[in-house]
């Protein structure tokens, strides 16, 4: 039996498609949460000739997301100290590694496994770190694009540590 990391191009899946169980309600979160699931599945997708520029521009994206991210929270007092920043410091260096590996040793078969596994970590993180994130910046009123909140008399008195859901402290 073929294995589906090591199948032809033409009989590979995706382990991530975009489906509204992945939607938060909020735009500019949900239209980078797309493009992410757009390029995993460009990256799975992807021939062995192609597949390390693929997995660089996920990488690219995925520093460039959780930085926004990253931003909005320090921007709604919602603790960059948290562990949700902290599983963005996370994944980005193990993907860097497997890029890394996959440069310098040609382990084509480790970025496969990582663009695997991002695919079944990523609608978790979505639907609770990413979530509690949403309903946050919601409740703020924040504009992504200029970093404004609109309901100041909205935000914590001090900044929210844990994740800001109820699955951690």
């Known amino acids: 039996m073929t294995d589906t990391l090591t199948a032809p191009i033409a009989t590979r899946e ?6 509204d169980a992945l939607a938060l309600e ?40 959780f930085g926004r991210e990253d931003q909005w929270m320090k921007d709604t007092q919602f603790s960059s100290s948290n562990c949700h920043a902290m599983q963005h410091d996370v994944v980005l260096q193990v993907m860097r590694e497997g890029l890394r590996r996959g440069k310098e040793k040609g382990d084509l078969a480790m970025i496969r496994q990582m663009a695997h596994e991002l695919g079944i970590w990523f609608p978790q993180h979505a639907q609770t770190m990413d979530a509690a994130l949403a309903l946050h910046l919601r409740r703020v009123g924040y ?11 909205a935000m914590p008195e001090g900044e929210i540590h844990g994740c800001g859901g109820d699955t951690c402290s």
């Open 14 to 19: 995706v382990t991530l498609a975009w489906s």
């Open 143 to 153: 504009d992504a694009e200029t970093g404004i909140v609109s309901a100041p008399e």
């Open 26 to 65: 909020l735009d500019f979160m949900d239209d980078t949460h797309r493009e992410f699931v757009d390029l995993l599945a460009a990256t799975e997708l992807a021939d062995d000739e192609t597949l390390v520029e693929r997995f660089s521009a996920l990488i690219d994206h995925t520093d460039d997301h």
